[in-house]
T-cell receptor, first 112, second 114 residues
Framework: SQQGEEDPQALSIQEGENATMNCSYK?????LQWYRQNSGRGLVHLIL?????REKHSGRLRVTLDTSKKSSSLLITASRAADTASYFC????????????FGTGTQLKVEL | DTAVSQTPKYLVTQMGNDKSIKCEQN?????MYWYKQDSKKFLKIMFS?????LIINETVPNRFSPKSPDKAHLNLHINSLELGDSAVYFC??????WGTGELFFGEGSRLTVL
């Protein structure tokens, strides 16, 4: 079964606005990662947050992790048209080796 | 320099045929993966090799056979192709010793079975 469920499935915003995507997962994890996929391209790693971390920043990205709720959020601030892509969360389960299990993804569209 | 490269990028073939997809990484990673992405963008892991040894083998029909001649290469051979095999197949690599789990993906190989 799918480890991560993302919400919303699709999000459309105006350039300059913030975009928030949420991810819920089912099992205990070692870390949670976010990836971006532009249309017709491969996935690109954005940020990794470990199970003992609660928040992490990278440029315009802010990721939070709540292990008690088994959920994470990705915030993209001051969005740009170039941020239009699908965003996936992925988890490495405790004892799962290096098996990275992906969520269902959020399609983000940033309009000019 | 392409870090993870897959060939071919597009593959159109008839049902029942056999086809292969090749993957190479020049990152010096010790672990490589095959993922399948369906039309709904759902990504599912198929196989993983660490230093040429199979470490992950998900429930995949035995028509799919991965081969890793060395740790920089992981190929995927598919026998007797079926309509349901149509998907985008992604190769990825990582370095298990670093423990982070961050994956580097290729650009994908879009397989269409007619």
């Amino acid at each position: 079964s799918q480890q991560g469920e993302e919400d919303p499935q699709a999000l459309s915003i105006q350039e300059g606005e913030n975009a928030t995507m949420n991810c819920s997962y089912k099992t205990s994890i070692n870390n949670l990662q976010w990836y971006r996929q532009n249309s017709g391209r491969g996935l690109v790693h954005l940020i990794l947050i470990r199970s003992n971390e609660r928040e992490k920043h990278s440029g315009r990205l802010r990721v939070t992790l709540d292990t008690s709720k088994k959920s994470s959020s990705l915030l993209i601030t001051a969005s740009r048209a170039a941020d239009t892509a699908s965003y996936f969360c992925a988890t490495v389960s405790t004892g799962g080796g290096n098996k990275l299990t992906f969520g269902t993804g959020t399609q983000l569209k940033v309009e000019l | 320099d392409t870090a993870v490269s897959q060939t071919p990028k597009y593959l159109v073939t008839q049902m029942g045929n056999d086809k292969s997809i090749k993957c190479e990484q020049n990152l010096g990673h010790d672990t490589m993966y095959w993922y399948k992405q369906d039309s709904k963008k759902f990504l599912k892991i198929m196989f993983s090799y660490n230093n040429k040894e199979l470490i992950i083998n998900e429930t995949v029909p035995n028509r799919f056979s991965p081969k890793s001649p060395d740790k920089a290469h992981l190929n995927l051979h598919i026998n007797s192709l079926e309509l349901g095999d149509s998907a985008v197949y992604f190769c990825a690599s990582s370095h298990l010793e670093w423990g982070t789990g961050e994956l580097f993906f290729g650009e994908g190989s879009r397989l269409t079975v007619l």
